[in-house]
């Protein structure tokens, strides 16, 4: 099992969502954002949508990927990111 779908309450806007879990009782977190991103910030003409959300995501924080492409309406797409897991170190 790969992903497991969790309801939220439907709130206009941006969101951050810290998720805990426990898998074969270990805790894990996991940390996401839902970005409001608007058509008039596109640097490109509106008509092309595809390119003003490849630019959008592109640009976005690096600690950041991508995680969902939520539904657009005529002003705005919102966006879901998911934190990027941090690789520890080895000690040695």
């Not at 969902?68 to 990027?84: A, L, N, R, S, V």
Request: glycine share 4%; charged share 35%.
């Amino acid at each position: 099992m790969k992903s497991i779908a969790i309801e939220l309450p439907n709130i206009a806007g941006e969101h951050e969502i810290e998720v805990d879990v426990k898998i074969n009782g270990k805790k894990t977190s996991y940390y996401y954002k839902v970005e409001i991103f608007r058509w008039e910030d596109c640097e490109e003409p509106r008509e092309n949508r595809v390119e003003c959300i490849k630019q959008m995501v592109t640009r976005y924080d690096e600690e950041w990927a991508l995680a969902h492409i939520g539904m657009p309406t005529e002003e705005f797409i919102p966006i879901t990111f998911q934190k990027k897991e941090k690789k520890l170190e080895s000690l040695a």
